[in-house]
């Protein structure tokens, strides 16, 4: 079985600061993890994905996620908040092993609100 | 390139009522996804569709049924509505190119059962 935590509810940081928010997983295999955003009233939008390689990624909007093995965990990052980002960020992950149906495995999502 | 598109937008039912949620996706992608989003739940996998002609249950299948129309399209269908079916409802796809592995979202239904 394959699941995903993300251990806090709400994320609030100052516009320019950095942010973090936090996500750790389980799976049998390798991981294949993802994290989407969902602004208001709107569908899961992609960020960025690890399948494999550098375990520093790079996706849309200058967001970035480090894969670490030891700790199980894939931390979604900005150097630098946008109100903009203002939204739910969901973590996902799939078991790399999986056959055919490719399920994702989501978590609950943390809501990020960058205060001016 | 519209991508994932879904209809209706938004519904009111009342309980006991059908109806049929549409999905179609202009991307060539062989696997189609429903989804269920409930506050403090995340995303929860009702059914999928790993290719045309063929459907499997996700983590929570009752109350619904899915049909796999053809590559394009992937209906979700509430044979008598629940109050507990009170939600929103995405459609996903993801295509079949090695290493793609990402799932493509539609704009959701939300839905009310009364």
């Known amino acids: 079985a394959q699941s995903v935590a993300q251990p806090e509810d709400q994320v609030n940081v100052a516009e320019g600061n950095p942010l973090t928010v936090k996500c750790t997983y389980s799976v049998s295999g390798n991981p294949y993890l993802f994290w989407y955003v969902q602004y208001p009233n709107r569908g899961l939008q992609f960020l960025l994905k690890y399948i494999t390689g550098d375990n520093l990624v790079k996706g849309s909007y200058g967001f970035e996620a480090e894969f670490n093995e030891s700790q199980t965990s894939f931390h979604l990052k900005k150097p630098s908040a946008l109100v903009s980002d203002s939204a739910l960020y969901f973590c996902?992950?799939?078991?790399?092993?999986?056959?055919?149906?490719?399920?994702?495995?989501f978590g609950k999502g943390t809501k990020l609100s960058v205060i001016p | 390139n519209a991508g994932v598109t879904q209809t209706p937008k938004f519904q009111v039912l009342k309980t006991g009522q059908s109806m049929t949620l549409q999905c179609a996706q202009d991307?060539?992608?062989?696997?189609m996804y429903w989804y269920r989003q409930d506050p403090g739940m995340g995303l929860r996998l009702i059914y999928y569709s790993a290719s045309e002609g063929t459907t499997d249950k996700g983590e929570v299948p009752n109350g619904y049924n899915v049909s796999r129309l053809n590559k394009r399209e992937f209906s979700l269908r509430l044979e008598s509505a629940a109050p507990s079916q009170t939600s929103v409802y995405f459609c996903a796809s993801r295509g079949l190119a090695k290493h793609t592995d990402t799932q493509y979202f539609g704009p959701g239904t939300r839905l009310t059962v009364l």
């Open positions: 996902a992950v799939r078991d790399a092993a999986g056959a055919g149906s490719y399920q994702l495995t």
């Open positions: 991307m060539n992608h062989n696997s």
